[in-house]
């Protein structure tokens, strides 16, 4: 059976279903949940760096000197 090309049901994707208060922007605590989890993310890359810088400069000061 063909494709119907007049039939786009379902096409684009899901999208979650909102109320009429979450339409209208009555719903802070999503954004407050996207906050805290970019948060996160940020204290994490920054606790990562810091191993990162921490792991280079260790080996420079454990080679022994050539004297």
Request: glycine share 6%.
């Amino acid at each position: 059976m063909a494709k119907s090309r007049n039939n786009l049901l379902g096409v684009g994707g899901q999208r979650k279903k909102l109320s009429r208060a979450e339409q209208q922007g009555a719903n802070p605590a999503r954004n407050d949940d996207r906050k805290a989890a970019e948060d996160k993310k940020q204290e994490l890359v920054r606790k990562m760096r810091e191993r990162a810088a921490t792991a280079q400069a260790a080996p420079a000061q454990d080679a022994p000197a050539d004297s």
